[in-house]
T-cell receptor
């Protein structure tokens, strides 16, 4: 069975803190993705990675960075959290870019105060 | 211009009845893929069904089928025999293959909230 695990369901952080969101998949997928989901704006791609140590910017990379040191783990980093980064963050993985069927984790609801 | 349009913000259906969720898309790419995802209130996005632009037959997965009308650029999701557990947000998404080098990005619609009545 497909399994994408996000380390936290809920997080509350203060403005200016460094925040790490972790995502692990156990399907040996090459590709991993980070989205944020906001009411009225839908899902927007932040960053993705198609291989270890590789990363590509999505539509809204500003204020974020990512790390992929191992195939199964993709981390999203908020270097200095701001209130406008309060959102639902969703991680996904896929085995190939041909079909690119993405399997998602349960999401992390981040509140920045 | 919207690439994926879901015109029904919310819908109700009686338990055990069938329901159709609308999705239209806009692309000039001859090769693309269409997806439907379900998002319950818990937040997880669950993959339901996939249709490739060159697939001859409409995709089916259990109670889910995708009514693919290429000329009309529509990819409606049909759920047969609705169950209470089908109450959720449903998202239509598209992959355009001209964007292959951009990681096969998925473009999502705004979603339709389905409520199943007992």
């Amino acid at each position: 069975d497909v399994k994408v695990t996000q380390s936290s369901r809920y997080l509350v952080k203060r403005t200016g803190e460094k925040v790490f969101l972790e995502c692990v998949q156990d399907m040996d997928h090459e590709n991993m993705f980070w989205y944020r989901q906001d009411p009225g704006l839908g899902l927007r791609l932040i960053y993705f990675s198609y291989d270890v140590k590789m990363k590509e910017k999505g539509d809204i990379p500003e204020g974020y960075s990512v790390s992929r040191e191992k195939k199964e783990r993709f981390s999203l980093i908020l270097e200095s959290a701001s209130t406008n980064q309060t959102s639902m963050y969703l991680c996904a993985s896929s085995s190939d870019l041909a079909k690119n069927i993405q399997y998602f984790g349960a999401g992390t609801r981040l509140s920045v105060l | 211009a919207q690439k994926i349009t879901q015109t029904q913000p919310g819908m109700f259906v009686q338990e055990k009845e069938a329901v159709t969720l609308d999705c239209t898309y806009d692309t000039s790419d001859p090769s693309y893929g269409l997806f439907w995802y379900k998002q319950p209130s818990s937040g997880e996005m669950i993959f339901l069904i996939y249709q490739g632009s060159y697939d001859q037959q409409n995709a089916t997965e259990g109670r889910y089928s995708l009514n693919f009308q290429k000329a009309r650029k529509s990819a409606n999701l049909v759920i047969s025999a609705s169950q209470l557990g089908d109450s959720a947000m449903y998202f239509c998404a598209m992959r355009e293959d001209l964007h292959y080098n951009q990681g096969g990005k998925l473009i999502f619609g705004q979603g339709t909230e389905l409520s199943v009545k007992p």
